[in-house]
């Protein structure tokens, strides 16, 4: 006799698996068709130098809150010497107002004026007009030195704190941006990484042929400088051609950009700030057109400065990867402004 039994029916769990798995697959084959095509060189080397562009911006304000600190950092030292000594200098006039109780003690007894002048704020101690007519002068006058030294000390301890407050300010500042240039640096690399040797290859020939190696000549024209201070500085830095890009580094091994032209000039004996965004504000402004071998010359809103070399060229310090180097201001970045020092 024939069976009649139905076919076993799928399981739920069994349905929802293989609903599941059907799901994924359509959805994968929709991203495969709907995938973005891989970035073009040219294009990830675009993104990495913006990149590097943004980092260089948080470099540069890194530089500045590490100038501010350590300005901070003596201001409060200084401060903080200032408290100590006067410390010791009240102590001495508590130890001179102590000999003259003690002579009176000897002498008699302790005069009650003295006495209650030894254990009150002598601040409360002058406002009793009736507690110093008892007073001689003597007493007056190291009472009046120990009432002002206290003012005095008062206020430089104050001081002190509000530029340890600031100075912890700017230590945070620090912080985020030295997070924030290390993360563009590693948003960078994994952009390179995304290369393939061919490629990596290629941007190593660009990177070279967009500057010169130190052993390159270089075809500066004729441009006499502007002042010896410049030519001075734009030989010494001609001497570091070759030399890595480090961020927030001042040489003589590695430099950042303001790096190299704080480096440069500080060898031509003369001392200017630190970052690009008050280099910018030494000297004297000049237009384009009067660019003289020597002189700063600033691009990409005051984030990145080098040194005028002449013929349309400047001797800087790139950027991570990359070595000091002359370079025409075209492929350098948007100029901004030029200073003369």
């Known amino acids: 006799m024939a069976s009649h039994r139905r076919p076993k029916q799928p399981s739920r769990t069994r349905v929802t698996v293989l609903t599941a798995t059907a799901a994924a697959t359509v959805a994968l084959t929709s991203q495969a068709a709907h995938a973005d095509p891989k970035p073009t060189t040219s294009e990830v080397k675009a993104k990495v130098d913006k990149l590097y562009h943004e980092a260089e911006k948080a470099t540069e304000k890194y530089n500045g809150a590490k100038e501010q600190q350590t300005k901070l950092k003596k201001q409060a030292d200084a401060l903080q010497d200032k408290v100590a000594r006067g410390q010791d200098d009240l102590n001495t006039l508590r130890r001179e107002l102590g000999s003259i109780a003690t002579a009176q003690y000897r002498s008699g007894g302790l005069d009650p004026s003295v006495q209650l002048l030894l254990s009150s704020d002598p601040d409360s101690f002058l406002d009793q007009a009736s507690a110093l007519d008892q007073l001689t002068a003597k007493q007056t006058e190291s009472l009046q030195k120990i009432q002002a030294k206290q003012r005095t000390l008062a206020q430089q301890r ?6 340890l407050d600031d100075l912890a300010e700017v230590r945070e500042t620090l912080g985020r941006n030295k997070k924030e240039q290390q993360g563009k640096l590693a948003d960078a690399q994994r952009l390179l990484n995304t290369l393939t040797a061919a490629e990596r290859a290629k941007t190593a020939e660009d990177e070279q042929r967009a500057g010169r190696a130190a052993g390159d000549r270089v075809d500066l024209g004729n441009e006499a ?3 010896a201070h410049g030519a001075a500085a734009l030989q010494a830095a001609d001497t570091r051609v070759g030399k890595p890009y480090d961020w927030s580094a001042t040489g003589p091994d590695a430099f950042d950009c303001s790096g190299l032209t704080q480096w440069a ?7 200017i700030t630190r970052t690009t965004h008050t280099q910018i ?6 237009a384009r057109g009067q660019l003289k071998p020597g002189d700063l010359v600033f691009f990409s809103n005051t984030t990145h ?8 060229t400047v001797l800087h310090a790139p950027y991570p990867g990359a070595f000091v180097r002359y370079e025409s201001m075209n492929t350098v970045g948007s100029y901004q402004a030029a200073v003369r020092i």
């Open 225 to 227: 400088p502007a002042s």
């Open 158 to 163: 104050k001081e002190a704190q509000g530029k």
């Open 281 to 286: 504000n030494e000297g004297t402004r000049i």
């Open 265 to 271: 000039y500080a060898q031509a004996n003369v001392q």
């Open 305 to 312: 400065v080098g040194l005028y070399a002449g013929n349309n």
